[in-house]
């Protein structure tokens, strides 16, 4: 046990405006302004000194960050100046927000209490959707600065224990001066820190992540993130919205369907047109083809410049709208494209046919559920045009198979990323592509390798 002196705190929280240090009948009361309930401290300071050595703290050699945490984390320290002990009283109150509706993930017909900056609020969250002892959370602190509080979370006879134990693992090792946003900590933990494809999923929905955690996988709360990282994930989970499940199985599974033909066409309809246009035009009707040619009669670059001009300009838009006040940003980004698109299809500077390719190509990527897999397409889209405008229809192909074999290296938590697409699991394809309608849904994806995968046994429903 570490012993420490009057001078030895002072001196620790020596210029930190914001900790009271306040003398009250030999007894030393520490404590952060803002983080601190005052009225609990006052309280406190009104009860006897029996009352105050209720709560002993035993200090050890790392006293330093031991006290730093008690007191930041919100709670009042007192410091005995006769016997040098130290005493704690749970009296936090930090700044939080009441839980309300996702900015990501606007509902529809699910619940609207999306998760916020309290790491305690995010896990009651969840708890009150799963009243089960068998969900697990195991708590960790990381950050040698920052002492970022992490929680894990799982369900102990459903999760797949190898995954589990390697996320623990991984938590356990990340060494690092500041942790401070949810994409340090993906980043961390994920299977290939350079990949250009997340391996990682989140939500800002208690709801999705119950689902998740029922579906096998495991949850890590981050304190000061409203987001919630979900693993082990593959391409298909990053297709699900979490509306899916509050929607009848065939309206879902043809949103579904119609997300992979927005992520297909997303990454891959710029390179095709280039590749078609450019290469193979003798396979275009000719109607068609005149109208292109006629189109494209007086303009100064050529096809594949023009589509990468048009596709940056509209990503231009996008995050100009991202950036502005929710109250303009849609308005500018709709009226902003529709005046300067005719105004350059006016000027000459681009044609119609190709501001009609790019429009479809962003407005397939909003289709995308997940924001960082969007981000992701538009960068590989441009790569898969400039290929394309050099090698023509082999260059599209080649784009094709290089984006399949590179899927296919790539595993989240030991599970393949294309999986049940490949390795092929005949069982959860039919799952993984459509939503089963609710009495059908007997068994959890065979490919998690989970410990029980019984949803539902015959006869009940």
Same mark, same amino acid.
């Given at each position: 046990?570490?012993?420490?002196?009057?001078?030895?705190?002072?001196?620790?929280?020596? #210029? +930190?405006?914001?900790?009271?240090?306040?003398?009250?009948?030999?007894?030393?009361?520490?404590?952060?302004?803002?983080?601190?309930?005052?009225?609990?401290?006052?309280?406190?300071?009104? +009860?006897? $000194?029996?009352? /105050?050595?209720?709560?002993?703290?035993?200090?050890?050699?790392? /006293?330093?960050?031991?006290?730093?945490?008690?007191?930041?984390? %919100?709670?009042?320290?007192?410091?005995?100046?006769?016997? $040098?002990? +130290?005493?704690?009283?749970?009296?936090?109150?930090?700044?939080?927000?009441?839980?309300?509706?996702?900015?990501?993930?606007?509902?529809?017909? %699910?619940?609207?209490?999306?998760?916020?900056?309290?790491?305690?609020?995010?896990?009651?969250?969840?708890?009150?959707?799963?009243?089960?002892?068998?969900?697990?959370?195991?708590?960790?602190?990381?950050?040698?600065?920052?002492?970022?509080?992490? +929680?894990?979370?799982?369900?102990?006879?459903?999760?797949?224990?190898?995954?589990?134990?390697?996320?623990?693992?991984?938590?356990?090792?990340?060494?690092? #001066?500041?942790?401070?946003?949810?994409?340090?900590?993906?980043?961390?933990?994920? #299977?290939?820190?350079?990949?250009?494809?997340?391996?990682? #999923?989140?939500?800002?929905?208690?709801?999705?992540?119950?689902?998740? !955690?029922?579906?096998?996988?495991?949850?890590?709360?981050?304190?000061?993130?409203?987001?919630?990282?979900?693993?082990?994930?593959? !391409?298909?989970?990053?297709?699900?919205?979490?509306?899916?499940?509050?929607?009848?199985?065939?309206?879902?599974?043809?949103?579904?369907?119609?997300?992979?033909?927005? /992520?297909?066409?997303?990454?891959?309809?710029?390179?095709?047109?280039?590749?078609?246009?450019?290469?193979?035009?003798?396979?275009?009707?000719?109607?068609?083809? $005149?109208?292109?040619?006629?189109?494209?009669? %007086?303009?100064?670059?050529?096809?594949?410049?023009?589509?990468?001009?048009?596709?940056?300009?509209?990503?231009?838009?996008?995050?100009?709208?991202?950036?502005?006040?929710?109250?303009?940003?849609p308005t500018v980004t709709v009226v902003g494209g529709i005046i300067i698109g005719d105004a350059a299809i006016r000027a000459g500077i681009t044609s119609p046919t190709v501001t009609v390719v790019a429009a479809t190509t962003v407005i397939a990527g909003y289709t995308l559920v997940?924001?960082?897999?969007?981000?992701?397409?538009?960068?590989?889209?441009?790569?898969?045009?400039?290929?394309?405008?050099?090698?023509?229809?082999?260059?599209?192909?080649?784009?094709?198979?290089?984006?399949?074999?590179?899927?296919?290296?790539?595993?989240?938590? %030991?599970?393949?990323?294309?999986?049940?697409?490949?390795p092929p699991s005949w069982a959860d394809i039919t799952g993984a592509l459509l939503k089963k309608p609710a009495n059908k849904m007997k068994k959890r994806a065979q490919n998690l390798h989970l410990q029980d995968d019984t949803r539902m046994k015959d006869g009940e429903s």
């Amino acid at each position: 046990m570490a012993k420490i002196s009057e001078s030895d705190i002072r001196q620790l929280f020596e #210029d +930190c405006g914001d900790v009271n240090l306040e003398l009250i009948d030999g007894y030393l009361f520490i404590f952060c302004q803002g983080m601190s309930n005052r009225e609990q401290i006052s309280e406190v300071s009104a +009860c006897s $000194a029996d009352f /105050w050595r209720q709560h002993p703290v035993t200090l050890t050699s790392n /006293w330093k960050n031991e006290l730093s945490s008690y007191v930041f984390s %919100g709670d009042l320290l007192l410091f005995d100046m006769e016997t $040098a002990s +130290c005493y704690l009283h749970y009296v936090a109150d930090p700044p939080q927000r009441n839980p309300e509706e996702s900015v990501t993930e606007t509902s529809s017909k %699910g619940a609207r209490d999306g998760f916020t900056e309290s790491i305690k609020t995010n896990v009651a969250l969840i708890r009150k959707r799963l009243l089960t002892p068998t969900l697990k959370m195991e708590s960790f602190t990381i950050g040698v600065r920052s002492q970022t509080e992490i +929680c894990l979370l799982y369900i102990q006879d459903i999760a797949n224990k190898e995954a589990v134990d390697e996320a623990r693992t991984r938590l356990q090792n990340i060494h690092i #001066d500041a942790l401070i946003t949810s994409s340090q900590l993906e980043e961390a933990i994920s #299977d290939k820190t350079r990949s250009v494809v997340p391996l990682i #999923d989140n939500t800002g929905r208690p709801d999705f992540a119950a689902e998740y !955690l029922m579906g096998g996988r495991f949850v890590v709360l981050l304190n000061g993130s409203p987001l919630a990282i979900i693993a082990p994930i593959t !391409l298909t989970s990053l297709m699900k919205s979490p509306e899916d499940g509050y929607y009848r199985a065939v309206i879902s599974s043809f949103q579904r369907l119609i997300r992979m033909f927005g /992520w297909y066409l997303a990454l891959f309809l710029p390179g095709f047109y280039i590749a078609l246009i450019g290469f193979n035009f003798e396979q275009v009707p000719l109607p068609l083809l $005149a109208t292109i040619a006629t189109n494209r009669i %007086g303009l100064p670059v050529t096809l594949p410049f023009e589509a990468i001009i048009v596709l940056i300009l509209f990503e231009l838009f996008k995050e100009a709208g991202l950036r502005l006040p929710k109250s303009v940003g849609p308005t500018v980004t709709v009226v902003g494209g529709i005046i300067i698109g005719d105004a350059a299809i006016r000027a000459g500077i681009t044609s119609p046919t190709v501001t009609v390719v790019a429009a479809t190509t962003v407005i397939a990527g909003y289709t995308l559920v997940n924001p960082t897999l969007s981000g992701i397409v538009s960068i590989a889209r441009i790569v898969i045009m400039i290929i394309t405008s050099i090698l023509g229809m082999f260059g599209f192909f080649m784009s094709i198979f290089f984006v399949i074999a590179y899927l296919s290296d790539l595993k989240s938590f %030991g599970i393949p990323y294309l999986s049940p697409l490949s390795p092929p699991s005949w069982a959860d394809i039919t799952g993984a592509l459509l939503k089963k309608p609710a009495n059908k849904m007997k068994k959890r994806a065979q490919n998690l390798h989970l410990q029980d995968d019984t949803r539902m046994k015959d006869g009940e429903s």
